[in-house]
């Protein structure tokens, strides 16, 4: 009986064990999942941001938190429609009317041109540049400029801007340039088997 008592103790020891040891865990990658949480309150009145790809998820709400801290907002979106949506979302959470929206293709090498130009051409000073915008698992689309889909609009897009926009940030200093990435590039792709 005391030997039965003893082993059903180890038993439960190790069970809580590995329950504790289990939601422990689970809380870790909760936490790392979950990414960081910006603590700093800095204002940034004055300052002109542009993010790609803000329409919705991490570059939506980036966007309007930039906004509350007054910072002039260029949404630069693939779909206007959502954009100007987004755009209304971002000044009604702020409160900062200024926000406003430009056309960007990250698929599309003459698209990442004209914004450059547009914003050489319109704007006086760039402070910070966002890169947001991406996608993912896309079937084997090709861009208009004959690159992988996947590849032109999370790297080839990208990189393009920033070099165009480069001189004009530089002049600002200190200015800054923000690659938002993803643990995404960690997962396996898919395979087919045929």
Not at 80 to 99: P, Q, R, T, Y
Request: glycine share 8%.
């Amino acid at each position: 009986m005391a030997g039965e008592l003893l082993e059903t103790n180890k038993k439960l020891i190790t069970y809580v064990g590995a329950l504790r040891s289990s939601i422990l865990g689970f809380i870790l990658l909760r936490w790392y999942v979950a990414g960081g949480v910006c603590v700093s309150k800095k204002r940034l009145d004055g300052k002109t941001v542009i993010i790609t790809g803000c329409n919705t998820g991490i570059g939506l709400e980036t966007a309007k938190e930039l906004s509350a801290r007054g910072a002039r907002i260029i949404l630069a979106c693939r779909d206007l429609d959502n954009a100007h949506k987004a755009s209304e979302i971002v000044k009604k959470f702020s409160g900062n009317s200024d926000v406003s929206v430009e056309r960007l293709d990250l698929a599309s090498l003459d698209s990442v041109r004209k914004i450059a130009e547009k914003v050489k051409n319109d704007e006086a000073k760039i402070d910070i540049l966002i890169n947001n915008a991406g996608v993912m698992m896309c079937p084997k689309w090709q861009s208009e400029d004959g690159y992988e889909m996947q590849f032109a609009v999370n790297h080839l897009g990208h990189f393009f801007l920033t070099t165009l926009l480069l001189d004009r940030i530089k002049e600002y200093a200190p200015s800054r340039i923000v690659n938002v990435s993803s643990v995404a590039h960690n997962c396996k792709p898919h395979t087919r088997v045929t």
